[in-house]
Each structure stands twice: as structure tokens, then as C-alpha cells.
């Protein structure tokens, strides 16, 4: 006969009158013993009951060998009289012995060298200040890694404090992970994330220190969340410089290293923000002088040119002057300086940064720390799935591992699924291609025929109205999609059975972002590279399918409609992101506290506080980077045709710190710490969005806009040396006989009975010996173009690297910080040692003196 679940875990129970013990605590009921991590469970009484029991008894039972301090509140005493919360406690032995395991570095000596010398404009930041206790928590001290038999030679006045709560959560954490509970199936079965996945617990956490928005009555308890809240956390603190320190030391340095990053990155797009903005303007206040565009507007000009159908059949004949409006507004955002400035802010930016990841390496003790430890060892997962052993060549001890043939296989299954969402994502993006065709002749016709649409027709051109509706289109199918490769990618990771927590993070970080990279720019490079490149022209135009004619660019170039999609994409996903990060976890933890709320603080405990947050997963940090590389990727790679992307993205970034500080701060439980001395993967990443940048911006300004024929009609091919770009319109236009339209193209009405028709290309007149076929001007346009990408590429490249080379990764006084400090280190361990040698032989002549002399009083005695 089995026990139940009270009998095992409450054999001594004590019932506490909750009318006089508040439980909005950190600590045991003794008061003393500070709570760890907590464990939560059901007891369900289903066909699972007697397998989860007894798992929680081995598991408890194994914890407790292990050294750690368990109290279980029964299920009387929580809230809706049905959860289980088993309290851990981490004591001093526990923690000195894996603080060793860990390598886990603790201070021996407070800091003596000085600090860098302030900046006499300092003042003027003073309004972004935080005060110095928020933003330097602790003193800064020397440090070195923790080894129980060295415990005198550590600063350590209190043992309940000396390691901190992040510390303490991030031990208990290790040995939860790497706990056994039993064996089933002929496997040993360990682990705290598996008895989260089969249901034996359903939850697992550290403990917040207090609520955040007000301080613990406890005077024991530190109230960091409480500060992180009130100088973070709100969005009226969105001037003031981030308290990285303290962010460090209550999350941990994974956590804290990505709100740095984020800072720097959005420091860093104040610059091109500023310049992006004064480039609109300037193209905003001279758009009246630009002498396309006067032509364009020009009823005298643009007026009388008439344009060839842009669709067959449907469509009709069109008037140059109705694309005025368009054409005005395309002069606005194309911006060659904002292009180039953003690019070389993109190599400072991560130059510059890893300058400031080496000075946070330094403050954060992270300087001998190529991997996390805890990273570098096996996955759990690994050591359950590989059933197979071999020798380490490091450890020379026996470990699992996969066969290759077995590695072949998953890598092989994993390549084939990736290739088959990429494909879906190419089709799904054809798709959009197709609707944009399909639609374009519905458009212009409803356009033509709707005499209410008429007062707009000159800006809401059937192009923009397309380009419009096909990008919302494309926008929600990206959604959807991105919801579908979430769990396609994570299945893929998990079916590869990475051998490392570092290896399981790269893998599908590549693969979440390969699919990303395709899902949110494919339509952003179709309509920059490939929409109005391969149209024909008029009697011989090119088909898709050989059904839908493929689409034409406005006479002013494509530039206004990547400008579009580039606009609905980003800003689409920033404000979705926005209210997938903050609205749906608040709207999560209200209904499910909504019967708590009215209950006193001594009936809602800590741990049932924490319990009813949202759970900040292994993942979470992972989706916040991908979030912000893609967005990186919207300003960098398409900045050419949208200067006002960086403002975007400045704007947004604004926001999201004060976002995920604010639901990291009061919708989520707190994460386990975690070290972590960069970001990892990302940087190359963003290494490779940078270079591969400077190559679409160089097609963008010679393929995308019309900046080369510009330039080519200025120096080669004008004939008015007063207005040299006069007539520049005219001659970017080919003629067109009517009466060569074959019967498939040709519009059913031509009321105004037109003999010609212009299109967007430079080919020989129908009256021409070379009739309709390319001119010389195209030619040279052509290999200005090539030229033009060539040259930008070399220049910047070269630049680039310049940059990259002249500043150094680790910054002079921060080398000369980590040389001091290695040698003071060793210098104090070395006097440690010498030290206590001296103490064992003077240990050692007593005792031989003592024995001298014990020898001679037998001597005498005999």
C-alpha cells in the first residue's frame, strides 16, 4: 500500500496560523534558512498519480543526500488549496563545494587600482545619471575562483550573504538539473526539466526578493527588484542610463550582457537616426527643384506623355503626369550620404562594441572565462539519449556519445526539413508575387471606373495600391509562418541531440534565423532586385507561368514601393513584437491573480506570488536577440531606399528596453542565472549582416533607383548646359507603335485614338533599322552601373577594415587593468601559500621538538 502524498512529505507538520505569520518571505519558517528555488506540483489524482509520487520521493530523497534543505507548504496552505510548493535551501556546505565545481570566482582583496580619470563633460550628463548605489551596487574587488581549502583567504564577514541570491540560485539550479529520480526502461532517468516535461512538477524557480512595487517588511531582505522597478523599469525613466551592475548582479551576466548590448545598440542609432532625418528634410524642402519631378508634374510635359498599359487587355492608356505625386515623395527617402553614413555607424557600432564587451568582461569577472562551464558540459538530454560510451581524450574518463553514423542520419533529416520550410517560405512568398499580379489589372480598372477614388488617384496609384495590400498580405503570412518554424526549429535542435548547452543555442539560433532571414526580407529583395528587371516590353513582354505578366516599376523607379513594404514589415513587427512581449504576459498574470488580488498579503506567499508570473524560459534572451537582428537588418541592408529606418528603430528600441526591463521585472519569474562573456553567435551574425549590407546597398542605388541613369544623362547625353538634367525624362523613355501590339496585349478601348505609347527603357523607335532593340545609352548605363557597384563595394570594404584594424578590440587601460590584477592575484595566493607552508614547518619542528623531548624524558626515566 502506497503512502500518500501527505504522509511522505509531511511526517512532522506543523499547522501555522496564517492570521499571524505573514508568508510574503524569502526564508524558511524559521526565519534563517533563505529560500533557493522553489518546486511546485499538483497531486492529481489520475492513472499517473502513483509514478509521479514515487518520482518526487526519489527526486526529494536524492536532493537531501546531495545536501540540500527541504520544507514542503502542504496544499491547505496555498491559495486555491491545491498546489504543492516544496521550498530549497541551499546550506553553506553545498555552496562552498559546488562554488568549486563551478569555478565560480569570489572576492579576496577590495580593488586598488584607480579608477579612469572623469571626463570633464560628465557634467553635462548628469539629468541621465542614476545615483551611484543603484548603478555600483557592491565594491569592486579582486577576485579569484572559490576552493574550499582557501576559505581564509576570501573576504568572507557573512556566510548567510557571501554568495549572492543570483549565485545561490544558479548552484541549486546545477543540482536540480543533474539530480536522479529513478530508472524506467532500463534508463537512468535524472533531471529537473524532464519532471517539469512529464508532469511529475509544474514548476520550477528562484524567488523574486520582494514585490516590486513596494519593499519587503523583512529588513533581511535586499529590495533589488524593487530599485530595478523604480529606476528601470518604468518608461518615465526611458532618459536615464541603465543600472547594468545591478541588472548583472540580481540576473546574472547572461541577462545583464544583453541589456548592455541593447543599450549600446541603440545609443549607436541616435547618429543615424539624426542624419536620416535631416536627409529626408533636405530631400523633403528641395523636392520642388528636382527637375524629374518637375517634369513629371509639368501638364506640358508629363501631361502629354502617354504611357503604354501596364496590364494587358484592362488596363488603359495613362497620362506620365498622374505618377507626380509618387515620383515627389520617391525623391524624399532615396538618400546616397545616409546610405554610406549608416554603413560606416554599422562598423563602428561593432567595433566599438567589442570594446565595451572586453571593459564589461573586466567589471563582470569574466576575463578567464572562454565558456560557461555549466555550457561546455554535457546536456542532460544528451546523457539520456546516448546509451553508447567512450573514453574522454581530456578526462580520460567514460562518457556518452553518438555514433557518427547516428549523427549522419539526424544531420541529414535536419538539412532535408530545413530545406523544406526554406522552400515553403520562396513559395509562400511567390504566392504574394502571384496576388500582386493578379490584382494589379482589378486595381487600375476599379481606379479608372470609381469616380469617388478620383481626388486620390494622383498619390493612391494602382502600383502603390498594390504594393500596399500585397505587403499587409505578405506581413501576416510571415506571422504565421513564424509561429510554424518556432516548433519546426526547436524539434529539428532537439532531434539532433546537440552534446552541449552552447552547441544547442548555436544550432538553433542559425536555423531560426536562416528561417527568419527568408521569411521577413524576401519580399523586400523581390521588390529591390527582381521587380521591373525582367518585364520585356511592350508586344514582347515576359510572363510568370506564362499566365500573369510580371510587374513594371513607376516611372520614378521601385524605390517608393521597397520603401512601402520596407515600412509595413518593420513597423508591423515592432508594434506585434511590442504587444506580444508586454500586453499577453499582463493580460496572463492578471486573469490568472485575479482571485489572489483580494486576498491579504499572510494568505499570499512569496512563492505563490512568483508562482501565478509567467515563466522566462531557457529561450527567452533568444528571441529578444533574433528580434533585434532582424531589425538590425531592416536599417542596414535596405537603408538606402528608407533613411528613416534608423528613427524607426531608435524609437522602437527606446520602448523595448523600458518593455522587457518592465516585464522582466514584474510579469515573469526570475530566471536561474546564467554567465555568459558576449553574445555569442549574434556577433557573427551581425558581422555577416554587416558586409553582406554594403553589397545590397550597392544594388539598391544602381539596380533599384535611378541615381546611374542620372548621372550617365548628366555627363554624357545632355544637350542643355543651363539645365543639364532637362529632358532627362523624355530621353528614359522608349516609343512604342500601338499598332505592333499583339492581340493579347492590346487595351479593348482607345477612345482618344493614340498611334504611340512610351514604357520605362532605352530602346530603338519603331522607325529605327534596330527596332525595339537596346540602345548604346543602355549599355553604358549597364557598366556605369557595374562600375558604380564595384567601386562602392572596394571603397567601403576597405574603409571598413581600415576601421576595424585601427581600433583595437581591448581598449589600452583596460589590458593594463587585467595584467595588474592577474598579478596581484597570484601575488596574494603565492603569500597565501608561502604562508601557510610556513605554518606547517614550524608546525612540524614543534612537534619534533616536542618528541626531542618526550625521547629524553624516557631516556632519563630509564
Same mark, same amino acid.
Given at each position: 500500500?502506497?503512502?500518500?502524498?501527505?504522509?511522505?512529505?509531511?511526517?512532522?507538520?506543523?499547522?501555522?496560523?496564517?492570521?499571524?505569520?505573514?508568508?510574503?518571505?524569502?526564508?524558511?519558517?524559521?526565519?534563517?534558512?533563505?529560500?533557493?528555488?522553489?518546486?511546485?506540483?499538483?497531486?492529481?489524482?489520475?492513472?499517473?498519480?502513483?509514478?509521479?509520487?514515487?518520482?518526487?520521493?526519489?527526486?526529494?530523497?536524492?536532493?537531501?543526500?546531495?545536501?540540500?534543505?527541504?520544507?514542503?507548504?502542504?496544499?491547505?496552505?496555498?491559495?486555491?488549496?491545491?498546489?504543492?510548493?516544496?521550498?530549497?535551501?541551499?546550506?553553506?556546505?553545498?555552496?562552498?563545494?559546488?562554488?568549486?565545481?563551478?569555478?565560480?570566482?569570489?572576492?579576496?582583496?577590495?580593488?586598488?587600482?584607480?579608477?579612469?580619470?572623469?571626463?570633464?563633460?560628465?557634467?553635462?550628463?548628469?539629468?541621465?545619471?542614476?545615483?551611484?548605489?543603484?548603478?555600483?551596487?557592491?565594491?569592486?574587488?579582486?577576485?579569484?575562483?572559490?576552493?574550499?581549502?582557501?576559505?581564509?583567504?576570501?573576504?568572507?564577514?557573512?556566510?548567510?550573504?557571501?554568495?549572492?541570491?543570483?549565485?545561490?540560485?544558479?548552484?541549486?539550479?546545477?543540482?536540480?538539473?543533474?539530480?536522479?529520480?529513478?530508472?524506467?526502461?532500463?534508463?537512468?532517468?535524472?533531471?529537473?526539466?524532464?519532471?517539469?516535461?512529464?508532469?511529475?512538477?509544474?514548476?520550477?524557480?528562484?524567488?523574486?526578493?520582494?514585490?516590486?512595487?513596494?519593499?519587503?517588511?523583512?529588513?533581511?531582505?535586499?529590495?533589488?527588484?524593487?530599485?530595478?522597478?523604480?529606476?528601470?523599469?518604468?518608461?518615465?525613466?526611458?532618459?536615464?542610463?541603465?543600472?547594468?551592475?545591478?541588472?548583472?548582479?540580481?540576473?546574472?551576466?547572461?541577462?545583464?550582457?544583453?541589456?548592455?548590448?541593447?543599450?549600446?545598440?541603440?545609443?549607436?542609432?541616435?547618429?543615424?537616426?539624426?542624419?536620416?532625418?535631416?536627409?529626408?528634410?533636405?530631400?523633403?524642402?528641395?523636392?520642388?527643384?528636382?527637375?524629374?519631378?518637375?517634369?513629371?508634374?509639368?501638364?506640358?510635359?508629363?501631361?502629354?506623355?502617354?504611357?503604354?498599359?501596364?496590364?494587358?487587355?484592362?488596363?488603359?492608356?495613362?497620362?506620365?503626369?498622374?505618377?507626380?505625386?509618387?515620383?515627389?515623395?520617391?525623391?524624399?527617402?532615396?538618400?546616397?550620404?545616409?546610405?554610406?553614413?549608416?554603413?560606416?555607424?554599422?562598423?563602428?557600432?561593432?567595433?566599438?562594441?567589442?570594446?565595451?564587451?572586453?571593459?564589461?568582461?573586466?567589471?563582470?569577472?569574466?576575463?578567464?572565462?572562454?565558456?560557461?562551464?555549466?555550457?561546455?558540459?554535457?546536456?542532460?538530454?544528451?546523457?539520456?539519449?546516448?546509451?553508447?560510451?567512450?573514453?574522454?581524450?581530456?578526462?580520460?574518463?567514460?562518457?556518452?556519445?553518438?555514433?557518427?553514423?547516428?549523427?549522419?542520419?539526424?544531420?541529414?533529416?535536419?538539412?532535408?526539413?530545413?530545406?523544406?520550410?526554406?522552400?515553403?517560405?520562396?513559395?509562400?512568398?511567390?504566392?504574394?508575387?502571384?496576388?500582386?499580379?493578379?490584382?494589379?489589372?482589378?486595381?487600375?480598372?476599379?481606379?479608372?471606373?470609381?469616380?469617388?477614388?478620383?481626388?486620390?488617384?494622383?498619390?493612391?496609384?494602382?502600383?502603390?495600391?498594390?504594393?500596399? !495590400?500585397?505587403?499587409?498580405?505578405?506581413?501576416?503570412?510571415?506571422? +504565421?509562418?513564424?509561429? @510554424?518554424? &518556432?516548433? /519546426?526549429?526547436? %524539434? $529539428?535542435?532537439?532531434?539532433?541531440?546537440?552534446?552541449?548547452?552552447?552547441?544547442?543555442?548555436?544550432?538553433?539560433?542559425?536555423?531560426?534565423?536562416?528561417?527568419?532571414?527568408?521569411?521577413?526580407?524576401?519580399?523586400?529583395?523581390?521588390?529591390?532586385?527582381?521587380?521591373?528587371?525582367?518585364?520585356?516590353?511592350?508586344?514582347?513582354?515576359?510572363?510568370?507561368?506564362?499566365?500573369?505578366?510580371?510587374?513594371?516599376?513607376?516611372?520614378?523607379?521601385?524605390?517608393?514601393?521597397?520603401? !512601402?513594404?520596407?515600412?509595413?514589415?518593420?513597423?508591423?513587427?515592432? +508594434?506585434?513584437?511590442? @504587444?506580444? &512581449?508586454? /500586453?499577453?504576459? %499582463? $493580460?496572463?498574470?492578471?486573469?490568472?491573480?485575479?482571485?489572489?488580488?483580494?486576498?491579504?498579503?499572510?494568505?499570499?506567499?512569496?512563492?505563490?506570488?512568483?508562482?501565478?508570473?509567467?515563466?522566462?524560459?531557457?529561450?527567452?534572451?533568444?528571441?529578444?536577440?533574433?528580434?533585434?537582428?532582424?531589425?538590425?537588418?531592416?536599417?542596414?541592408?535596405?537603408?538606402?531606399?528608407?533613411?528613416?529606418?534608423?528613427?524607426?528603430?531608435?524609437?522602437?528600441?527606446?520602448?523595448?528596453?523600458?518593455?522587457?526591463?518592465?516585464?522582466?521585472?514584474?510579469?515573469?519569474?526570475?530566471?536561474?542565472?546564467?554567465?555568459?562573456?558576449?553574445?555569442?553567435?549574434?556577433?557573427?551574425?551581425?558581422?555577416?549582416?554587416?558586409?553582406?549590407?554594403?553589397?545590397?546597398?550597392?544594388?539598391?542605388?544602381?539596380?533599384?533607383?535611378?541615381?546611374?541613369?542620372?548621372?550617365?544623362?548628366?555627363?554624357?547625353?545632355?544637350?542643355?548646359?543651363?539645365?543639364?538634367?532637362?529632358?532627362?525624362?523624355?530621353?528614359?523613355?522608349?516609343?512604342?507603335?500601338?499598332?505592333?501590339?499583339?492581340?493579347?496585349?492590346?487595351?479593348?478601348?482607345?477612345?482618344?485614338?493614340?498611334?504611340?505609347?512610351?514604357?520605362?527603357?532605352?530602346?530603338?523607335?519603331?522607325?529605327?533599322?534596330?527596332?525595339?532593340?537596346?540602345?548604346?545609352?543602355?549599355?553604358?548605363?549597364?557598366?556605369?552601373?557595374?562600375?558604380?557597384?564595384?567601386?562602392?563595394?572596394?571603397?567601403?570594404?576597405?574603409?571598413?577594415?581600415?576601421?576595424?584594424?585601427?581600433?583595437?578590440?581591448?581598449?589600452?587601460?583596460?589590458?593594463?587593468?587585467?595584467?595588474?590584477?592577474?598579478?596581484?592575484?597570484?601575488?596574494?595566493?603565492?603569500?597565501?601559500?608561502?604562508?601557510?607552508?610556513?605554518?606547517?614547518?614550524?608546525?612540524?619542528?614543534?612537534?619534533?621538538?616536542?618528541?626531542?623531548?618526550?625521547?629524553?624524558?624516557?631516556?632519563?626515566?630509564?
Amino acid at each position: 500500500m502506497s503512502l500518500s502524498s501527505t504522509e511522505y512529505q509531511f511526517p512532522c507538520f506543523v499547522n501555522i496560523d496564517k492570521r499571524h505569520e505573514s508568508k510574503d518571505s524569502i526564508f524558511f519558517r524559521d526565519g534563517v534558512r533563505r529560500i533557493d528555488f522553489v518546486l511546485s506540483y499538483v497531486d492529481d489524482l489520475n492513472k499517473e498519480w502513483e509514478k509521479k509520487l514515487e518520482r518526487r520521493k526519489e527526486f526529494e530523497s536524492n536532493l537531501q543526500k546531495a545536501g540540500l534543505e527541504l520544507e514542503t507548504e502542504d496544499k491547505k496552505e496555498s491559495e486555491d488549496g491545491k498546489i504543492y510548493f516544496v521550498k530549497i535551501h541551499a546550506p553553506w556546505e553545498v555552496l562552498i563545494t559546488y562554488a568549486e565545481v563551478l569555478n565560480i570566482k569570489v572576492p579576496i582583496r577590495e580593488n586598488d587600482i584607480p579608477s579612469m580619470v572623469e571626463n570633464p563633460l560628465d557634467c553635462m550628463l548628469t539629468p541621465f545619471r542614476l545615483p551611484e548605489k543603484v548603478m555600483h551596487p557592491e565594491p569592486d574587488y579582486f577576485t579569484a575562483p572559490f576552493s574550499k581549502d582557501k576559505q581564509e583567504l576570501y573576504l568572507i564577514n557573512d556566510e548567510s550573504t557571501f554568495f549572492s541570491p543570483s549565485m545561490r540560485n544558479r548552484i541549486v539550479n546545477y543540482i536540480l538539473t543533474r539530480c536522479p529520480y529513478g530508472t524506467e526502461e532500463g534508463k537512468k532517468k535524472f533531471g529537473i526539466k524532464r519532471l517539469l516535461n512529464n508532469g511529475t512538477y509544474s514548476a520550477a524557480y528562484p524567488l523574486h526578493d520582494c514585490q516590486y512595487w513596494k519593499k519587503a517588511s523583512d529588513p533581511n531582505c535586499d529590495n533589488e527588484r524593487y530599485t530595478l522597478y523604480m529606476e528601470w523599469a518604468r518608461f518615465l525613466r526611458f532618459y536615464k542610463e541603465q543600472p547594468l551592475d545591478l541588472i548583472r548582479k540580481y540576473y546574472g551576466e547572461k541577462i545583464g550582457i544583453y541589456f548592455a548590448w541593447l543599450g549600446f545598440y541603440t545609443e549607436m542609432l541616435f547618429l543615424a537616426a539624426v542624419v536620416g532625418v535631416i536627409c529626408f528634410l533636405y530631400g523633403l524642402f528641395t523636392m520642388d527643384e528636382n527637375m524629374s519631378s518637375k517634369e513629371i508634374c509639368d501638364p506640358a510635359i508629363g501631361g502629354e506623355i502617354i504611357m503604354c498599359p501596364l496590364c494587358d487587355r484592362e488596363c488603359e492608356y495613362w497620362r506620365l503626369n498622374t505618377t507626380c505625386e509618387s515620383s515627389e515623395v520617391c525623391t524624399c527617402f532615396f538618400s546616397p550620404f545616409s546610405c554610406l553614413f549608416t554603413l560606416k555607424t554599422v562598423t563602428l557600432f561593432l567595433e566599438f562594441w567589442k570594446r565595451r564587451q572586453a571593459r564589461l568582461k573586466y567589471e563582470w569577472d569574466l576575463v578567464d572565462f572562454e565558456e560557461e562551464q555549466q555550457q561546455l558540459q554535457l546536456r542532460p538530454e544528451y546523457e539520456a539519449k546516448c546509451t553508447q560510451k567512450k573514453k574522454n581524450p581530456v578526462t580520460q574518463e567514460m562518457e556518452p556519445y553518438l555514433p557518427l553514423t547516428s549523427q549522419a542520419v539526424r544531420f541529414c533529416i535536419s538539412g532535408t526539413t530545413v530545406l523544406f520550410w526554406v522552400s515553403l517560405i520562396i513559395a509562400s512568398m511567390i504566392a504574394v508575387i502571384v496576388y500582386r499580379l493578379a490584382v494589379y489589372a482589378a486595381f487600375a480598372s476599379l481606379m479608372e471606373n470609381t469616380q469617388t477614388l478620383q481626388p486620390i488617384s494622383g498619390l493612391l496609384t494602382p502600383q502603390l495600391a498594390t504594393s500596399v !495590400t500585397a505587403s499587409c498580405l505578405n506581413f501576416v503570412i510571415i506571422m +504565421i509562418l513564424n509561429f @510554424i518554424y &518556432e516548433k /519546426i526549429a526547436i %524539434w $529539428i535542435t532537439d532531434m539532433e541531440i546537440p552534446r552541449t548547452h552552447m552547441e544547442y543555442e548555436n544550432r538553433l539560433t542559425m536555423k531560426m534565423f536562416l528561417f527568419q532571414f527568408v521569411n521577413y526580407y524576401s519580399s523586400c529583395f523581390y521588390v529591390a532586385f527582381f521587380k521591373g528587371k525582367f518585364v520585356g516590353y511592350p508586344g514582347a513582354y515576359t510572363y510568370m507561368f506564362n499566365r500573369w505578366r510580371n510587374e513594371e516599376c513607376d516611372p520614378a523607379g521601385c524605390l517608393i514601393e521597397l520603401t !512601402t513594404q520596407l515600412t509595413i514589415v518593420m513597423a508591423g513587427k515592432q +508594434i506585434w513584437g511590442n @504587444i506580444q &512581449e508586454a /500586453i499577453v504576459p %499582463w $493580460i496572463c498574470n492578471w486573469w490568472g491573480r485575479r482571485k489572489a488580488r483580494s486576498n491579504p498579503e499572510n494568505l499570499y506567499s512569496r512563492w505563490e506570488q512568483d508562482h501565478d508570473l509567467q515563466t522566462f524560459g531557457a529561450l527567452g534572451l533568444f528571441y529578444e536577440y533574433l528580434e533585434m537582428v532582424i531589425q538590425f537588418g531592416f536599417i542596414t541592408l535596405f537603408v538606402a531606399s528608407f533613411p528613416l529606418a534608423p528613427l524607426l528603430a531608435l524609437m522602437n528600441n527606446i520602448l523595448e528596453i523600458r518593455v522587457d526591463s518592465w516585464k522582466l521585472t514584474t510579469q515573469y519569474r526570475r530566471p536561474v542565472a546564467a554567465k555568459a562573456h558576449s553574445i555569442g553567435v549574434w556577433q557573427e551574425i551581425l558581422n555577416g549582416m554587416a558586409i553582406l549590407s554594403v553589397v545590397t546597398n550597392a544594388f539598391i542605388v544602381a539596380f533599384t533607383s535611378d541615381m546611374i541613369p542620372r548621372l550617365v544623362y548628366y555627363y554624357a547625353y545632355s544637350e542643355n548646359e543651363d539645365s543639364p538634367m532637362s529632358g532627362y525624362i523624355n530621353n528614359s523613355l522608349s516609343v512604342f507603335e500601338i499598332s505592333d501590339f499583339p492581340e493579347r496585349n492590346k487595351p479593348k478601348e482607345n477612345p482618344e485614338g493614340f498611334e504611340q505609347c512610351r514604357y520605362r527603357d532605352y530602346r530603338y523607335p519603331p522607325d529605327h533599322e534596330r527596332k525595339y532593340l537596346h540602345t548604346m545609352q543602355f549599355w553604358h548605363i549597364l557598366a556605369a552601373k557595374l562600375a558604380f557597384i564595384i567601386i562602392m563595394e572596394h571603397v567601403v570594404f576597405i574603409v571598413k577594415f581600415f576601421v576595424a584594424w585601427m581600433i583595437p578590440d581591448v581598449p589600452a587601460d583596460v589590458k593594463a587593468k587585467i595584467k595588474r590584477e592577474k598579478y596581484l592575484t597570484q601575488k596574494i595566493l603565492h603569500e597565501y601559500e608561502l604562508e601557510k607552508l610556513k605554518e606547517r614547518l614550524c608546525q612540524g619542528d614543534k612537534r619534533a621538538t616536542e618528541k626531542d623531548t618526550l625521547d629524553g624524558r624516557v631516556g632519563i626515566g630509564f
